[in-house]
Every structure is written in C-alpha cells, then in structure tokens.
C-alpha cells in the first residue's frame, strides 16, 4: 500500500505560481471563494456565511494534511502571497494509489490559465512525489471550464453518473474524469 507523508508541507512552484499552505492569515479569501453562490455553483456543499466557518475549514484542511488523509494548497502569484484559490488531492485512496484533484479559484482569475498550470503542478506532485497511479477530477457535467481545465491536463473522461448525490433538495449527476501515471 501507498505510504503518504505531508511533512515537512511541500511548497511547489511553478512558472507563474506558487502553491503554499492555505493559512488562517487566508481567512478573507476562503470566505470570500466558499461564500460566493457562483463561485459554488458546481460545488455540492453549504455555502460559508461567517469567517468563522472559514476559519473551521482551514482548520479541517490543516487536520487532512497532519493526519495525511488529504493536502490542499493555496493558489498565489509569484511575488503576491494572496490566496487567489485552492487545490489539493482530496479523497486519497492509498490501496488503490488513486486520490481526487479539485480546485476553486476566485472568480476574477478565470479565463487566465492559472488553474490550468496549478492542476498540472498538482498532478506532478502526485505522480512523482506521491507515486499515485491515478488521479481522477469529478465534476458537474455542467460545468464546461472545469472539463476544459481537465482535458487540457491530460485527463479523460472515464464515467458520467447520473443522480448520484443529493444535495439542496435534488439529485445530481457527477462525471469523472482520470490521468493514469505516464511513468
């Protein structure tokens, strides 16, 4: 079975980028992205309403990444140490060396490439360093950028579930898309 080991926290970098801890200091942009309906939209989770719910999610990223259940990156610009959003290896199965990639930028950083280079770096990270077999991305089959961003990177799409969550009161469709290892 995969061995997985989170410390000491591994900072990537890449062109433009860097990818460090999200910290509490990054309160403001985690309200600001986890609050925001549009930014949500194809994200089947609560929307955040105070900075203290923020606060309680940084803390539980923090705990994944201490137990090495899960690591999440804050998305920053070279030379900027704003959080502009986050990306990480959720759902870490190491019996099958596969986890899931998922990302949320702030919505004025669409359009520009930077979740494109932060999902190719993270993807990196996984098959060099963490020695993943595969990494799988799931998402709306709504959500058009997303799948772009995905395909872009590499990924296929592997499987279309229909109604395959409840969330809000309704049944949802998820589609998964993977990368296999080139290695």
């Given at each position: 079975?995969?061995?997985?080991n989170?410390?000491?926290?591994?900072?990537l970098?890449?062109?433009?980028?860097?990818?460090?801890?999200?910290?509490?200091?990054?309160?403001?942009?985690?309200?600001?992205?986890?609050?925001?309906?549009?930014?949500?939209?194809?994200?089947?989770?609560?929307?955040?309403?105070?900075?203290?719910?923020?606060?309680?999610?940084?803390?539980?990223?923090?705990?994944?990444?201490?137990?090495?259940?899960?690591?999440?990156?804050?998305?920053?610009?070279?030379?900027?140490?704003k959080?502009?959003?986050?990306?990480?290896?959720?759902?870490?199965?190491?019996?099958?060396?596969?986890?899931?990639?998922?990302?949320?930028?702030?919505?004025?950083?669409?359009?520009?490439?930077?979740?494109?280079?932060?999902?190719?770096?993270?993807?990196?990270?996984?098959?060099?360093?963490?020695?993943?077999?595969?990494?799988?991305?799931?998402?709306?089959?709504?959500?058009?950028?997303?799948?772009?961003v995905?395909?872009?990177?590499?990924?296929?799409?592997?499987?279309?579930?229909?109604?395959?969550?409840?969330?809000?009161?309704?049944?949802?469709?998820?589609v998964?898309?993977?990368?296999?290892?080139?290695?």
């Amino acid at each position: 079975m995969l061995t997985i080991n989170f410390s000491p926290f591994p900072n990537l970098e890449t062109e433009r980028l860097i990818l460090r801890r999200v910290l509490p200091s990054d309160v403001k942009e985690m309200f600001k992205l986890r609050s925001n309906p549009e930014t949500m939209k194809y994200i089947p989770r609560p929307l955040l309403t105070n900075y203290e719910e923020a606060l309680a999610h940084i803390k539980t990223m923090d705990d994944k990444i201490e137990t090495n259940e899960g690591i999440n990156w804050a998305i920053t610009l070279k030379g900027d140490d704003k959080m502009l959003g986050v990306i990480g290896h959720y759902r870490i199965k190491p019996e099958h060396y596969r986890a899931e990639v998922g990302y949320m930028i702030l919505p004025e950083y669409h359009g520009k490439g930077i979740t494109s280079e932060a999902v190719q770096c993270v993807v990196d990270y996984g098959f060099k360093t963490m020695k993943l077999h595969s990494i799988e991305g799931v998402i709306d089959p709504e959500n058009e950028a997303s799948e772009r961003v995905l395909q872009k990177c590499g990924f296929v799409k592997e499987a279309h579930f229909k109604e395959n969550e409840y969330f809000d009161g309704k049944f949802i469709d998820a589609v998964v898309y993977s990368k296999l290892n080139p290695i």
